[in-house]
């Protein structure tokens, strides 16, 4: 879960927290659409932390 983030980790601010919680229910759920637009939008307004985090949740994802 986000709100359990480890010292050291980068911590995206809350809109993005939200779209990447977001990208990763939809990944989850298999809704291709969903995360085409998701993805657009974070492109455009995420910085390189955002997209460490992206990465982390989706991974984490994948373990749980």
């Known amino acids: 879960?986000?709100?359990?983030?480890?010292?050291?980790?980068?911590?995206?601010?809350?809109e993005l927290r939200q779209v990447i919680?977001?990208?990763v229910s939809a990944v989850r759920d298999g809704d291709n659409a969903r995360v085409?637009?998701?993805?657009?939008?974070?492109?455009?307004v995420a910085?390189?932390?955002a997209m460490f985090t992206l990465r982390q949740r989706l991974?984490?994802?994948l373990r749980e």
Do not use: K
């Open 1 to 14: 879960m986000v709100d359990s983030v480890e010292p050291g980790e980068p911590v995206a601010p809350l």
């Open 36 to 44: 085409e637009v998701l993805l657009d939008h974070f492109a455009r």
């Open 47 to 49: 910085d390189a932390g």
């Open 21 to 23: 919680e977001a990208i």
């Open 59 to 61: 991974h984490q994802d």
